[in-house]
């Protein structure tokens, strides 16, 4: 059988080393391998780290006769016993504590990085270096000291931008391999555009970096998609929904794989409120005439808080709900007895980006929008909107007689409920409220709108006297101190408005399966937070926003949306916390939501070892 490697266009296009230097820097360990006098020289020249313990892969430890080492080509780290310089077992261990595991036969030693020094290529290497500084307004003493790390042969953070420097020619992904693929193309279309907007952000880039030392040519590292070389007789399977081959070449067979869509089922929940006996008989109708076509559904599910909801909802319609395994990429352990595929309806916990109907297989992909209905999000108004309504908002069922409140012309008072009284023969309602000296104001309820109810410390001597004039000092007081603020904030934000930042930008298919990994339904303040966040950081200027929220409101999923709009755009992320304990709390929180995203994760805490710490801040 084949293998199958997954890719973004964005990695494909990238030129890394020289297929030559990986093989020639690459090695075989097993039992018996006489391992070079100067081990550590040996590791160091192939970009490894030395570390007191390895936890991360580039890393490796030196122990008397036990060396620790973590090859990228090994999904763990790999400890090895010697016997003089001999290997005399190998063994993976593990880097949360540092145990041995089970015995291995080999291990694939390869460079940790994609620069390697070389004695033979180093005055050319500082030779390339210096060109490219040259005939450019840089700071002398920044370009200095990158010569002196690179004559000293010493690693540093962005040395990898040098990648054209260090060999004659660079190689895409595809040049390693020596056989042909079958590639297949999910939506050229989209692929190509994505690639062409690529390389224009990376020449804006490049433009724009003229006074940076290291400055690197977006031309010596990424080519074209359309000028990718693929290995002999490789074949290219385009997968799209649209059809764009206008005139098919001779070598080109197109394949006709065809689907449906399920708008009839889907529409249920238009036609019908979800969960109710109309919707269950119309719902149950649809399912039952699909099962006795044979056809096997499948029903997808982001939320798995909501996971029991679905399957009560199933049982209701007589069905019997099976729940796959999340972890589980084999279709033929879904369906555990083909007899009962009839009575059985198969929860997936991930995410489908539709619903469709698969005739050929005969099945059928449903969503929980389709039995829930869909979330309408609000999106009319933004948050500072919704506050000035809420702020200017009085309602009665959040007062009670003895509550203070604020009327917009005679100051602090104390409600004292509602009063009905005898005006011109008809009796009218109005708000009672006392103030200093047991003085009464009546107010007609339709005036609510001059009330508001007051948010400062509870005492009553602080009521205002009716008729006098100490509100009006106090409203101009008050003037007085927020003209003097809002004079600050004016300066302040003059400054802030002559930052400019680039904006951030945001690749919608990404965030989506990001945003479908949130186990839980979004409230709709979550909702509105994330899109202000959004917002402001389309912007090209510095965001300044507050996230407020009382504990468990999911404060800290607005916090992680936020950080993977940033490192979308490249962008690093740290996250300040009060305590070291949050910090680990906050460490694990954001392992678990990034999981299968390619984020490295670290604290930074007094409680992390020095090397550690310099490694993060590297």
């Avoid at 724009?208 to 399977?237: C, G, H, M, W």
């Avoid at 070449?249 to 019908?272: H, M």
């Avoid at 936020?562 to 300040?576: C, G, P, R």
Wanted: with cysteine; proline share 5%; aromatic share 10%.
């Amino acid at each position: 059988p084949g293998e199958i490697f997954i890719s973004s266009i964005q990695a494909l296009c990238q030129k890394t080393l020289p297929f030559k230097e990986l093989k020639e820097n690459s090695t075989i360990w097993s039992v018996g391998t006489e391992l070079p006098e100067k081990i550590a020289g040996y590791l160091n020249a192939l970009g490894y780290q030395s570390a007191p313990m390895v936890e991360d892969s580039g890393q490796y430890a030196l122990r008397g006769g036990i060396i620790d080492i973590f090859s990228p080509a090994q999904e763990r780290p790999i400890r090895i016993e010697l016997f003089g310089d001999q290997i005399e077992s190998l063994r993976f261990f593990s880097t949360l504590d540092q145990r041995s595991q089970e015995e291995v036969a080999s291990a694939a030693i390869i460079p940790a990085r994609e620069v390697l020094f070389r004695d033979d290529h180093h005055q050319e290497l500082l030779k390339k270096v210096r060109e490219t500084l040259e005939n450019r307004k840089i700071d002398r003493a920044e370009a200095e000291e990158v010569l002196r790390t690179l004559v000293l042969k010493n690693y540093f953070p962005g040395v990898e931008f040098l990648l054209p420097s260090f060999y004659n020619k660079l190689e895409t992904a595809l040049d390693h391999f020596n056989s042909s693929l079958n590639i297949w193309l999910l939506d050229p279309i989209e692929i190509s555009r994505f690639a062409d907007e690529l390389l224009a952000e990376m020449k804006k880039d490049f433009l724009a970096a003229e006074t940076a030392v290291i400055r690197p040519n977006y031309k010596e590292f990424f080519v074209a998609f359309d000028e990718l070389e693929l290995p002999t007789d490789s074949r290219q399977i385009y997968l799209s929904k649209l059809e764009y081959i206008e005139n098919e070449a001779p070598d080109q067979i197109k394949i006709d794989y065809r689907s449906a869509p399920v708008t009839e089922f889907s529409n249920l929940s238009l036609s019908f409120s979800p969960g109710s006996d109309p919707w269950l008989q119309a719902v149950k109708q649809k399912l039952v005439r699909w099962k006795d076509d044979h056809y096997k559904i499948f029903i997808g599910i982001k939320n798995q808080s909501q996971m029991e909801r679905l399957g009560h909802i199933i049982e209701r319609l007589d069905f019997k709900p099976i729940k796959c395994e999340a972890q589980d990429y084999l279709w033929d352990t879904w369906i555990h007895n083909q007899e009962a595929l009839n009575t059985t309806l198969h929860i997936i916990p991930r995410y489908l980006p539709e619903s469709l109907r698969l005739e050929e297989e005969q099945i059928i992909f449903l969503r929980e929008e389709d039995f829930f209905g869909r979330k309408q999000r609000v999106t009319e108004s933004s948050s500072v909107e919704d506050f000035q309504k809420q702020a200017k908002r009085l309602a009665f069922g959040d007062l009670k007689p003895g509550d203070l409140v604020v009327h917009v012309k005679h100051g602090i008072g104390i409600y004292e409920g509602l009063k009905t009284m005898p005006i011109n023969g008809i009796d009218s309602e109005f708000i009672q409220i006392g103030y200093k000296d047991k003085d009464k104001l009546y107010l007609p309820v339709y005036r609510v709108g001059q009330l508001q109810k007051y948010s400062g410390a509870t005492q009553t001597s602080i009521l205002d006297k009716l008729g006098g004039i100490g509100w009006e000092k106090t409203k101009t007081k008050v003037k007085n101190q927020l003209r003097d603020i809002a004079h600050d904030l004016l300066v302040l934000y003059a400054k802030r408005a002559e930052l400019y930042r680039p904006p951030i930008t945001f690749k919608e298919n990404e965030y989506e399966l990001f945003e479908n990994g949130f186990a839980y339904e979004e409230t709709d303040d979550q909702l509105r937070a994330v899109r202000d966040i959004v917002k402001d950081l389309s912007a090209n200027k510095p965001m300044d926003r507050l996230i407020c929220g009382d504990v468990g409101f999911g404060k800290t999923e607005v916090a992680m949306r936020a950080a993977f709009f940033a490192i979308q755009s490249q962008k690093q992320v740290a996250v300040l916390a009060p305590t070291t304990v949050l910090t680990f709390q906050h460490l694990e929180t954001f392992k678990k939501r990034f999981q299968g995203w390619p984020v490295e994760i670290r604290a930074l805490n007094r409680f992390i070892t020095p090397a550690d710490a310099k490694q993060t801040l590297k």
